[in-house]
């Protein structure tokens, strides 16, 4: 006899995770997939496409089908999730038979497109599927008392975008989604290094100086970094130095954007709930919250305090896959 698995998928932006109850994180992946562009055949999806990303010839593209946090390829999500779920599958064994599934919805998806997934799912062998809000997801999987009539203030910074939330009993009682996160913290360092040093550089070298020397608008120690690109004036490779000052200036403005979308949910939250918040402050998570500086930069801007998720990438999936042992609560989530 199996025990029905009970698993969470947190479908993100950036990264896929799939929880599960018994063998905590069973897959982590970005949310990548190389595909044919003659034939549309899927070639390879999560680390294995990443590595390809910028470096494919003509006939191979590498796309991330839910970048901007809306399925912009719906047909490329569905093949995703179904080698999510044979990967996932395989990593936990024969258990995953006909299991019991949350899956976590990109913000800002249409109820049309939330069936969608449910269906894409109920089509990799699930038994029964449910969706629930990302950030009820978050504060579930930070530990926070959700269920409880305090306010719980969510900040998810993930891939495509900021989801501000304000959390009590259970539910969503406020919340402001921005399409302001890693990406455009990435898109922006590319178009400094091109407009100052007329070096064009890819996207994964532009995360990884955002994650090594990228900082919050805060006084910090400055760190340098060589970076490699292509010049644009001769086509020839070349190595340059930038330092973590001018990379802080190029990424201010989008952090300010964040800023605001923090401050106007703030501002509209119920009165009652306003007190509780200055007590408890406000939660980080998604893998932005791990940016240099930002827990301190907010709490100075904020007034109040700031905490960071124990593991800012996980936190969704945990939630997510925590969520199961009170599913009838979350009935009125499902689609
Ligand atoms: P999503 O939920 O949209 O899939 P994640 O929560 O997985 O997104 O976060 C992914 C984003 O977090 C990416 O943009 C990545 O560059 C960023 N990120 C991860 N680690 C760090 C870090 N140490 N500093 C800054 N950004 C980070
Ligand atoms: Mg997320």
Redesign the pocket.
């Known amino acids: 006899m199996f025990s029905t698995a009970q698993i969470g998928i947190?479908l993100?932006?950036?990264?896929i995770l799939v929880y599960s109850k018994d063998k905590g994180i069973i897959l982590n992946e970005p949310?990548v997939v190389a595909l044919n562009t003659d034939t549309r055949a899927v070639l390879a999806i999560g680390i294995e496409a990443k590595a390809m990303v910028g470096k494919t010839p003509s006939h191979i593209v590498a796309v991330r089908p839910l970048r901007d946090g809306v399925i912009a390829d719906f047909d490329v999500t569905a093949s995703l999730l179904k080698e999510i779920m044979r990967k996932a599958s395989k990593n936990m064994g024969l258990a995953l038979r006909k299991p019991n599934v949350v899956v976590c919805a990109p913000t800002g998806s249409t109820s049309v497109e939330r069936r969608a997934i449910l269906d894409a799912v109920r089509s990799c062998g699930a038994k029964n599927v449910h969706i629930i809000e990302e950030p009820v997801a978050a504060a579930i999987g930070a530990d926070l008392p959700v269920e409880e009539p305090t306010a719980n203030v969510v900040v998810d910074i993930?891939?495509?975008t900021t989801e501000v939330a304000i959390i009590s009993y259970g539910g969503v009682v406020s919340s402001k989604s921005v399409r302001v996160?890693?990406?455009k913290l990435?898109e922006a360092i590319i178009q400094y290094v091109r407009k100052t040093y007329n070096i064009l550089i890819g996207e994964r070298t532009a995360?990884q100086i955002?994650?090594e020397i990228?900082h919050a608008p805060i006084d910090h120690e400055r760190m340098t970094m060589e970076v490699r690109g292509r010049d644009l004036v001769n086509g020839l490779p070349k190595t340059i130095e930038l330092h973590s000052a001018e990379i802080q200036e190029a990424m201010s403005e989008l952090l300010l954007q964040l800023l605001e979308a923090l401050r106007a949910t703030l501002e509209d939250c119920p009165p009652e709930l306003s007190g509780d918040i200055v007590d408890r402050g406000v939660l980080l998570t998604?893998?932005?919250a791990?940016?240099n500086g930002l827990q301190d930069w907010i709490a100075d801007e904020i007034f109040v305090p700031v905490h960071v998720a124990a593991n800012?990438?996980e936190s969704?999936a945990i939630g997510t896959g925590r969520s199961l042992s009170f599913i009838d609560k979350l009935q009125k989530a499902t689609v």
């Open positions: 947190d993100g932006t950036a990264n949310s993930g891939g495509g996160g890693g990406d990435d995360e955002k994650m990228g998604g893998g932005g791990l940016l800012p990438l969704v």
